[in-house]
């Protein structure tokens, strides 16, 4: 029997073997994700009885410009026959590989398919998935491979986003970027970086699924460390969201607002953000994610925002603080009559721009920058960068003392008030 001779990057062999139906890639560029494709293409056509195998680009031409003559190079020892003019590769057990465009739907009708990966699917219009081929899998229960670099927040985002959050285990997602391959030259990497806009990079080679670059706050303004300050004290901030059970979330799904507690030490140098936990919770599992910080930093002030939520989480913390004999009070955040875009920027601008805000390293920092590159953004959520502004209504720290004699009082050196 022939063999093939599959050789793997480990990031390609983590989602290889990785048995859930459907998986959803969003990649940087060389990344190495049409490679894994045609290896996929070609297995999952081996492993085959009966139905077909299709790999789908946004037009034909890029389907044959892209795949086959990967397809052809990898799996020549298994291929019984090629035919270039209809894109189709006829393996040795009988299944067929076709190449296809999303441009031309009606090519794809009336199959019955046993593996489909859909490359550049953000080019793609979302009813050649959802009216087209999510049927043909049906009667084999076919899987499906989605890949692509992100282009905005649109159906590719959505459904990236369903399958890293949902509950569905039908669905996984994956993200990698071109760092990632460690074939691709770092240095050339970082050259692009440096020619390129900040929005770019991180679109084409980090994968990030930009809507619109901002202005407001700038990635050179952005400081990192792991050091913790040794002065100040520990303030803690939260940002509840709705309390929705999260096997509800659909692909149709354009918000999904996460509760986010932000955990900060600050002292007349500024804010060192030593964690911002988020995630989206029933009540009970938000109160608890509340307790857990306030007893690991114990902080001197914790504030939850105003309003019906935090009316709801309350007797679920004073159940915690009773059970554990560790008590403290919650403040009450307000917007303080400013929209959140003002109270955003004022309370977190200034300080950036001045390096009064640093960073600690952790898991957060890849959504908080996302977040803050892209405010005032619609399409993207703010609920890190809002938790982190509501420390401004709790840390009184007093920045400067050039003006103890005089009159007034200046809380703020950066923002001004």
Known sequence: MTELNVSLLPWQQEVFND????????????????????????????????????????????????MWQVLMELGHTVIASSHVNNL?????????????????????????????????????????????????????????????????????????????VSDDPTFVGYHFTSYDNPLL?????NAAKQSMSAFSFRQEFMASFEAQDSELFKEKYVKFSKEEPD????????????????????????????????????????????????????????????????????????????????NAVLPYLSDLMKKHQRFFRVDE????????????????????????IVLNKGDWNTQFLDELFQFPNPLVHDDLIDSLAYVDQLANIAYTSDFEEEEYELLDAYTGY
């Not at 398919?113 to 979302?126: I, N």
């Not at 030259?185 to 990497?189: A, G, K, R, T, V």
């Open 19 to 66: 048995t859930t139906r459907f998986k959803v890639i969003a990649a940087g560029r060389r990344t190495g994700k049409s490679r894994l494709a045609a290896w996929l293409l070609i297995i999952r056509g081996l492993q085959a009885d009966r139905g077909h195998v299709f790999y789908v680009a946004p037009t034909q031409g890029q389907a044959r410009d892209i």
């Open 333 to 356: 955040l307000t917007h303080g009559n400013k929209k959140k875009t003002d109270r955003i920027v004022w309370a977190l601008q200034g300080r950036f721009e001045h390096g009064a």
């Open 185 to 189: 030259d770092e240095e050339e990497i």
């Open 231 to 310: 002065a100040g004290e520990y303030y803690i901030a939260v940002d509840l969201a709705g309390f929705a059970d999260v096997n509800k979330v659909t692909t149709k799904t354009k918000r999904l607002d996460q509760t986010a507690i932000s955990v900060v030490k600050a002292n007349e140098n500024g804010w060192w953000v030593a964690d911002i936990i988020h995630g989206r919770w029933g009540v009970e599992k938000t109160a608890r994610k509340i307790f857990n910080a306030v007893d690991e930093y114990r902080p001197v002030a914790v504030g939850i925002e105003k309003g019906a939520l935090k």
């Open 88 to 164: 189709q590769i006829k393996l040795v057990n009988g299944a067929t590989i076709a190449l296809k465009g999303a441009d031309r739907p009606e090519t794809m009708r009336g199959v019955s398919l046993r593996f489909l990966v859909m490359d550049e699917y953000a080019d793609m219009k979302p009813e050649v998935w959802e009216q087209i081929l999510r049927p043909a899998l049906a009667d084999q229960k076919g899987d499906a491979l989605f890949i692509g670099t992100p282009m905005g927040r649109n159906h590719f985002y959505d459904l990236y986003t369903y399958a890293c």
